[in-house]
């Protein structure tokens, strides 16, 4: 049980719900116990009482009650791990980080993983007082993470997102030769499920969600297809399920798609989906990043390429 204590709202914190502020720092503890301790009184702003809903302003002074929070298993982040996500930094100023996020890497712990990047990065990065993810890629996936360094950055892209005004490009191998039009709009609605063994999974499905996305042929092989895709709304798995609806499962997706055999992969265990570049305009400033592809990606595209050329000889 912690004791009581007394914390002073940073700029960083200005315009942040209080439930969702104590959620942040007191972690383990249970929403409704949050709900309850505010709701009682116990929770003080400026030595009064505040509602679920006050919104923190730079200098407030929050009371915090004694609370039993979870005990957090210690994260290890290994030497090899640290020096990886270095090594995938592609821009950093002092509100923004943005990273190549290698493929097999969680972006955050979870369902059985005690660490992904966010708690990787904030436990080797201690001159980061604030870092949180903008949004999130399949554990799978590689390709450009955004994560905030500050708040107001945070609640910026996430305006812009809500808006539809961030652009994001991936890059996908996908199973069979592309056949008729170079560039398919699909539109197919997206309910999410979850199965009995507790497994989330897409489906396309008319009671769900609109979801579109664009794709466009970059080159055409014997057994497969590099394809662009642009998701113009942002569901959860979209790429992957619009991707089989076509009839071109991505290669490697063992939820979605059924295994082939293709010649020329480097790896035959990996998810081929990138997130290649994402683009977006702030306060009239074009922000616009790309990630290059892992060696394995770009070895399996070229083996592919000279295999078709060899082929049409």
Known sequence: MS???????GVEDEGQRLDNYLMRILKGVPKSHIYRIIRAGEVRINKKRAQVSSRLVQGDCVRIPPVRTAQEKEVFVGTKLAQRLHESIIFEDDSLLVINKPAGIAVHGGSGLSLGVIEALRKTRHDLPYLELVHRLDKETSGCLLLAKK???LRAIHALLEAR???????ALLYSSWQGKKTVVVNAPLEKN?????ERIVTVNE???????VFKLLENYQQACWVEASPKTGRTHQIRVHSAHLGH???GDQKYG?????????????????ARAIQFNLNGKNYLFEAKLDEQFAKTLKKLSLLTRDSAK
Do not use: F, N
């Open 3 to 9: 004791d009581v204590r007394y914390t002073e709202i």
């Open 151 to 153: 708040r107001s950055m």
């Open 165 to 171: 005004e961030v652009e994001k490009i991936y890059w």
């Open 194 to 198: 979850i199965l009995k063994s507790g």
């Open 207 to 213: 009671e769900g969600r609109a979801s579109q996305t």
């Open 249 to 251: 499962a991505i290669v």
């Open 258 to 274: 059924k295994p082939e055999l293709i010649e020329g992969l480097e790896s035959k265990s990996r998810l081929y989906l990138h």
